[in-house]
């Protein structure tokens, strides 16, 4: 697997958070995000997912 993968997932939670770090809480719970297979997400529930899901495959990498 090529470093710039590698890069890209381990940076992929550094992006989302940068995006929304001036966020207040409120408008984490009041904004929604769509999602394929979960349906809406409120944008506090999308960086919940995103960073368990990110170290899931943080993980499987780490096996290959």
Known sequence: MSNKVIYAIYNDD??????VKNWSTDELDEYCI???VLGK???REMIY???IHTEHHRQLLQNV
């Open 14 to 19: 550094d992006v989302l958070m940068d995006a």
């Open 34 to 36: 769509p999602h394929p």
């Open 41 to 43: 997400l409120t944008v």
């Open 49 to 51: 997912f995103t960073s």
